[in-house]
């Protein structure tokens, strides 16, 4: 797969936090703002195999979008696809913000653009994805990245990684996927190992956004983690090594390997880890 | 749709709960009542489509039935269609009264009748079905209902509804939907939202009977809410946006609305939503 | 069916705990020790339906290994199959323990040996399965089986249960399962009652390992259980009759009946139920 070519790697998209241009507000909160174009792009997905996609900022998953409770978010929209599209963010904002068909700004059209703004909360690991009929086809195409609002106290320090896990239906008959993937490229982290370090605390935020199937699942092996649903809370719900989520579910996952080597990860389904969704924890001293 | 000729009304399911005709038992516990009619109906499901249905109290859902721990339950049950049925209740009770075939009075045949009776346990949200096979046609053509044990001290006050998840297998090949919906009516609180006021607690009861899928799924948009698993307990467990049920799960979600305005609630499994299963909370001041 | 032929019962293996043989380990550690053998089997699955199974010591599923947190786990794998094999643990170890194709011993060839050594962590109730791909096949054939790691301070006396949950996809095209069991065989509870004692204590470790179904159940009538996802805590996290499992996914139950007779256990997938995933328990004084 030629990432230049696709012009996103999955590697850099596991670290890759986009915190936005920040200033203040009239009333002296922090102000966060970004750009966020909608483009249609050609990605080759697996060796010589290329996906129509749409995507955010040219890239699937999109930005993962960072910020902390009580900031004040604005989010510039630019739709430079073929096709009508909108931003919905899953978390607390007002109607006219949603991001839907009919409220507010509604429906942006091609080279149309608009502006959500609202307030960061609650703190979590929340989405955002495009909200236009046929929803299942303006998902599985690749409209969708992740809103983690960090909770004022912060967290305690750790290697942080984003996995959106998702499909895709390269036949188009919108009844399932033929590759599986998180983070864009199916099988690419069996290639390039997620590099961790020996005790050093891993927090995952783990989206699903997977279109057509009603399930995903994560499982680490020789390890097990934290499970924090929805990252809304500081306490974890369940010490586990594997967990499902149906599309929109998402959590946050911690964990410290104890000894070094490789380790899969992979969901727990096998039909996906077969055909995409499966990468290896690489750990080292 | 021609909510009269069906003869119920998706918005007045959504607040209609049904306490029974009490009185004391000789130990002087309180003692509900109810009379359950099974019946054959033709149901307007989508302009023009008519479902024949199976039905409690020619409704589907079927009655929301209410009481509080300890009471004692006695479920007058008549089988006025033209197939053999049963009721049989999530909850703890004695295996006679578990409304299923060859136990007890077992199979209810066209034209019979039968009393259920035993105390309400634990305190929740439950349901209740037909169990006679094949069991799941006879939990797609509608024989579900909803079934309430409230805490002795009750809960806080609120605007609280019922939300019945479930689909319509129009095409009768007993391997999926062709339809989805809540409380009856696919589309329903799209075209009628569900008027909640601002700032106040809503509280839904919320119940997965869908057939033939694996999960359901509910989601509601610019706000949370917290989840209370089976309402077993007075603690919830999550605070989400977005959960999952397996048929017969079900759970109890509390969410303030903090602005005015339109906000959808619908299944984040996008073909349910597209096929029936999505609508509109209005909130007002 | 013939039990007989078939070399194991279900109603035994429902309380067959295996605990491996004892010694000390040069550090004064309890060190356990198990032979474990693949092998290919056919297996009446249903009366007249031979399944050409892959099985772990001749059964489906598995023995149940059986340890206490802080053990040191000896395996001792033999492949007797015409197909090679592995076995890899959920549970924690280094990374040449983990029984996968490529790391440490790697893929077990037919006549091939192996051992694989690692400590007891964390507590819970954990599985073990094959890992060689194709890995739906591998799995589906019948290669998985329960590793259970008590805590220390052990858990209150109980009449325990080992319940794993499964299909057979008797027609081979890898897209389904035709037959539903929990431990080997369909139905086979339905006419062997799970006998239980009113009031004692009963505590299941459930494990889902059915292939292709995205998701599983457990339900069970008349009761509710304390439920403790993947064993790891003391403290259940939900109070319920039905749950839902992913594949690899695994909990405890904790139940009291409170009435004598006969309950049904079933998974609320109506399809499962129906092909075979149904019991009873009985309950006497
Ligand atoms: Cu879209
Ligand atoms: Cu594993
Ligand atoms: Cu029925
Ligand atoms: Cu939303
Ligand atoms: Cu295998
Ligand atoms: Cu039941
Ligand atoms: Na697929
Ligand atoms: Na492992
Ligand atoms: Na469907
Ligand atoms: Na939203
Ligand atoms: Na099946
Ligand atoms: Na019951
Ligand atoms: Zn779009
Ligand atoms: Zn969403
Ligand atoms: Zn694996
Ligand atoms: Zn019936
Ligand atoms: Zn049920
Ligand atoms: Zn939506
Ligand atoms: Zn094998
Ligand atoms: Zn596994
Ligand atoms: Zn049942």
Same mark, same amino acid.
């Given at each position: 797969?030629?990432?230049? /070519?696709?012009?996103?790697? @999955?590697?850099?998209?596991?670290? %890759?936090? %986009?915190?936005?241009?920040?200033?203040? +507000?009239?009333?002296?909160?922090?102000?966060?703002?970004?750009?966020?174009? /909608?483009? %249609? *792009?050609?990605?080759?997905?697996?060796?010589?195999?290329?996906?129509?996609?749409?995507?955010?900022?040219?890239?699937?998953?999109?930005?993962?979008?960072?910020?902390?409770?009580?900031?004040?978010?604005?989010?510039?929209?630019?739709?430079?696809?073929?096709? @009508?599209h909108t931003m919905h963010f899953h978390g607390m904002h007002p109607a006219e913000m949603d991001g839907i068909p009919g409220l507010g700004a509604g429906t942006i059209e091609p080279g149309g653009s608009t502006v959500y703004e609202f307030d960061a909360e609650p703190f979590g690991v929340h989405l955002y994805h495009c909200h236009v009929g046929p929803l299942a086809e303006h998902m599985a195409r690749g409209l969708y990245g992740t809103f983690i609002v960090d909770p004022k106290?912060?967290?305690? /320090? /750790?290697?942080?990684?984003?996995?959106?896990?998702?499909?895709?239906? +390269?036949?188009?008959?919108? *009844?399932?996927?033929?590759?599986?993937?998180?983070?864009?490229?199916? #099988?690419?982290?069996?290639? *390039?190992?997620?590099?961790?370090?020996?005790?050093?605390?891993?927090?995952?935020?783990?989206?699903?956004?997977? *279109?057509?199937?009603?399930?995903?699942?994560?499982?680490?092996?020789?390890? #097990? #983690?934290?499970?924090?649903p929805t990252g809304t809370r500081l306490e974890p719900t369940e010490f586990t090594d594997t967990i499902i989520q149906g599309q929109g579910q998402r959590g946050i996952c911690e964990m410290r390997f104890k000894y070094p080597g490789k380790y899969m990860f992979h969901a727990h389904k096998t039909e996906f880890a077969e055909l995409g969704w499966m990468g290896f924890f690489e750990v080292t001293e």
């Amino acid at each position: 797969v030629d990432h230049e /070519a696709n012009g996103f790697h @999955p590697t850099d998209i596991l670290r %890759d936090f %986009d915190y936005g241009r920040t200033s203040r +507000t009239e009333d002296g909160r922090v102000l966060r703002e970004w750009d966020v174009y /909608a483009s %249609d *792009e050609e990605i080759e997905v697996a060796p010589g195999v290329k996906y129509p996609a749409w995507t955010f900022n040219g890239r699937i998953p999109g930005p993962t979008l960072r910020c902390t409770e009580g900031d004040r978010l604005r989010v510039h929209f630019h739709n430079g696809s073929e096709h @009508p599209h909108t931003m919905h963010f899953h978390g607390m904002h007002p109607a006219e913000m949603d991001g839907i068909p009919g409220l507010g700004a509604g429906t942006i059209e091609p080279g149309g653009s608009t502006v959500y703004e609202f307030d960061a909360e609650p703190f979590g690991v929340h989405l955002y994805h495009c909200h236009v009929g046929p929803l299942a086809e303006h998902m599985a195409r690749g409209l969708y990245g992740t809103f983690i609002v960090d909770p004022k106290q912060g967290r305690p /320090a /750790a290697d942080e990684q984003v996995m959106v896990m998702h499909g895709f239906n +390269t036949t188009f008959d919108g *009844e399932g996927n033929q590759l599986y993937a998180v983070n864009g490229i199916p #099988f690419h982290y069996m290639h *390039e190992p997620v590099r961790v370090k020996l005790g050093e605390l891993v927090r995952i935020y783990l989206i699903n956004t997977l *279109e057509y199937d009603p399930i995903n699942s994560f499982h680490v092996h020789g390890n #097990f #983690f934290d499970y924090y649903p929805t990252g809304t809370r500081l306490e974890p719900t369940e010490f586990t090594d594997t967990i499902i989520q149906g599309q929109g579910q998402r959590g946050i996952c911690e964990m410290r390997f104890k000894y070094p080597g490789k380790y899969m990860f992979h969901a727990h389904k096998t039909e996906f880890a077969e055909l995409g969704w499966m990468g290896f924890f690489e750990v080292t001293e």
